[in-house]
């Protein structure tokens, strides 16, 4: 009895430590640009997007090149460098990820995770 009673709380344990896993982190992923104002111009922010990933790593595309970026997110106040110097600051709610970048009021949009 006492045998089946460990292995029972062992595979509990076990079980619970799997329900623990907490899977990826939703902020990651890939986003597009919805919208680009500069000096209350708005200029077209087709085609532009960034992807932040593990690590506190990013790849932003814009002005037809693409970017290696660090950044850290912090409750939802997002901060991005590139090349050591910090180009951007914003905010990261509910998949919309608003940043002031190089002068710029950028508005990018998460795209949907693919299940």
Excluded: H
């Amino acid at each position: 009895m006492k045998r089946l009673s460990a292995l029972f709380l062992a595979l509990l344990m076990a079980l619970s430590l799997c329900a623990c896993g907490g899977g990826a982190d939703p902020a990651l992923g890939k986003y597009n640009c919805t919208s680009i104002v500069m000096n209350d111009i708005n200029l077209d922010g087709s085609g532009e997007w960034l992807e932040l990933k593990d690590g506190g790593k990013a790849s932003v595309y814009m002005g037809g090149e693409t970017r290696s970026a660090d950044y850290t997110l912090e409750e939802n106040a997002l901060t991005m460098t590139i090349d050591g110097q910090e180009v951007g600051t914003g905010t990261l709610d509910n998949g919309v990820l608003t940043l002031e970048f190089l002068g710029m009021t950028c508005v990018f949009e998460q795209e949907a995770a693919e299940e």
